[in-house]
């Protein structure tokens, strides 16, 4: 299981940094075969680690995996590590098989473009930072496959480098995403300060005992409210979702329908004991939904 899991998070990366480096030394076509293979490829080992997950009982389905210790200083330790349970099993079918089908489509709808290989490196490295996201064993992690994410939707965005208005919805994206990036570090940098740690287990028990006063709990929920929204594109950051259509269309798909747009739901769900733990944001965060939806 925990190879699926493994599989599903590395295979994409190493699509993408095997275009990378090959570069012209391997045809347009073998760079989309590449890029398509390997999504497909995390897309198996989704499966498997499902498979594997959905035969054990409801009290077992959640399993962390730590590659290694990343940094530490002091009694702060982050480690390299993937969680495997029902939520981050679920985000890694969806994106590695709407995003499967979506890279899949684009073979054929970006035939014969100048820069094919950038591009399929470029969904590739989107697939991986999103998987990231949802995998992450850790707050920190979480964070590093948002930021991820991010620069991937940058880069897709702005594929069309030569028109003035792609790079303008890229330059958007970017920085209405780096607001919600800059609140989610604020957050943690918070629960660093007051319980030294950002793994899941310790964030959530302390909030959930309530080691976490009521204003920090407010103030983290906050930081990461505001992340949700950006990367979801709720009001007032949703402006940069329409702007995404100057990259290509499957770009579109990709991002509004497949995964990117769906990161803020999976983060209120991951985080969930912590904006328990503050009311006040859970009541602002269902009126911003619902003004967002009308």
């Given at each position: 299981?925990?190879?699926?899991?493994?599989?599903?998070?590395?295979?994409?990366?190493?699509?993408?940094?095997?275009?990378?480096?090959?570069?012209?030394?391997?045809?347009?076509s073998?760079?989309?075969?590449?890029?398509?293979?390997?999504?497909?490829?995390?897309?198996?080992?989704?499966?498997?680690?499902?498979?594997?997950?959905?035969?054990?009982?409801?009290?077992?389905?959640?399993?962390?995996?730590?590659?290694?210790?990343?940094?530490?200083?002091?009694?702060?330790?982050?480690?390299?590590?993937?969680l495997?349970?029902?939520?981050?099993?679920?985000m890694?079918?969806?994106?590695?098989?709407?995003?499967?089908?979506?890279?899949?489509?684009?073979?054929?709808?970006?035939?014969?473009?100048?820069?094919?290989?950038?591009?399929?490196?470029?969904?590739?490295?989107?697939?991986f930072?999103?998987?990231?996201?949802?995998?992450?064993?850790?707050?920190?992690?979480?964070?590093?496959?948002?930021?991820?994410?991010?620069?991937?939707?940058?880069?897709?965005?702005?594929?069309?480098?030569?028109?003035?208005?792609?790079?303008?919805?890229?330059?958007?994206?970017?920085?209405?995403?780096?607001?919600?990036?800059?609140?989610?570090?604020?957050?943690?940098?918070?629960?660093?300060?007051?319980?030294?740690?950002?793994?899941?287990?310790?964030?959530?028990?302390?909030a959930?005992?309530?080691e976490?006063?009521?204003?920090?709990?407010?103030?983290?929920?906050?930081?990461?409210?505001?992340?949700?929204?950006?990367?979801?594109?709720?009001?007032?950051?949703?402006?940069?979702?329409?702007?995404?259509?100057?990259?290509?269309?499957?770009?579109?798909?990709?991002?509004?329908?497949?995964?990117m747009?769906?990161?803020?739901?999976?983060?209120?769900?991951?985080?969930?004991?912590?904006?328990?733990?503050?009311?006040?944001?859970?009541?602002?965060?269902?009126?911003?939904g619902?003004?967002?939806?009308?």
């Amino acid at each position: 299981m925990i190879a699926g899991a493994w599989l599903c998070l590395l295979a994409p990366l190493a699509g993408a940094l095997l275009i990378t480096l090959a570069g012209t030394q391997i045809s347009r076509s073998a760079a989309a075969w590449i890029s398509t293979g390997s999504v497909f490829v995390g897309f198996a080992g989704a499966v498997v680690a499902f498979l594997q997950v959905a035969g054990e009982s409801e009290d077992d389905r959640e399993h962390l995996s730590t590659a290694y210790t990343w940094f530490g200083a002091g009694s702060f330790k982050v480690a390299m590590q993937i969680l495997v349970d029902p939520v981050s099993l679920t985000m890694m079918l969806i994106i590695t098989g709407v995003g499967g089908l979506i890279v899949w489509y684009s073979m054929g709808y970006m035939k014969g473009e100048d820069e094919e290989r950038r591009y399929f490196a470029y969904m590739a490295f989107f697939v991986f930072a999103m998987l990231m996201l949802v995998m992450g064993g850790n707050l920190l992690l979480l964070l590093v496959g948002w930021g991820l994410v991010g620069l991937a939707s940058y880069l897709l965005i702005g594929f069309y480098h030569d028109r003035p208005e792609a790079v303008a919805a890229a330059k958007k994206a970017f920085i209405m995403n780096a607001i919600g990036d800059a609140a989610m570090a604020l957050g943690f940098f918070l629960l660093i300060a007051k319980i030294g740690s950002l793994d899941f287990s310790t964030a959530f028990d302390a909030a959930e005992s309530g080691e976490l006063s009521s204003s920090t709990a407010n103030l983290v929920a906050l930081g990461l409210l505001v992340g949700a929204i950006a990367k979801s594109a709720q009001l007032p950051l949703h402006t940069w979702l329409p702007d995404a259509m100057e990259g290509p269309t499957p770009v579109s798909a990709l991002i509004h329908a497949a995964t990117m747009v769906t990161a803020g739901v999976y983060l209120i769900v991951r985080t969930h004991a912590i904006f328990e733990a503050a009311p006040g944001v859970q009541h602002l965060a269902a009126i911003i939904g619902a003004v967002t939806l009308l």
